[in-house]
């Protein structure tokens, strides 16, 4: 399995048509990227007259991908921020 490791930082604000805080802009920063290693059941595929074999995830859905090609992503801290103050 390739773990992906995010921060999220999520900019709130309240506005008349919906008074609870939602955000409305949210970043996502790429932490860590632990490798799940090579495909472990390569695919094998026809191009013209030729076989090629491909990695699994670029061919098949992820529920039916191999171990090492399924993709994790961990969310490591989401943080909100609500701006406070009108600027002039």
Not at 15 to 37: F, K, M, N, S
Not at 43 to 59: A, D, E, K, L, S
Request: with cysteine.
């Amino acid at each position: 399995m390739t773990i992906h490791v995010v921060d999220i930082v999520q900019i709130m604000h309240t506005c008349p048509a919906e008074p609870e805080p939602h955000p409305y802009d949210i970043r996502r920063t790429l932490v860590d990227v632990i490798p799940g290693g090579p495909c472990r059941a390569p695919v094998t595929i026809r191009c013209g007259g030729t076989t090629v074999q491909i990695p699994c995830h670029r061919h098949e859905p992820a529920k039916r991908q191999c171990g090492a090609c399924r993709v994790i992503v961990t969310e490591r801290t989401i943080a909100n921020h609500h701006p406070t103050g009108v600027a002039a």
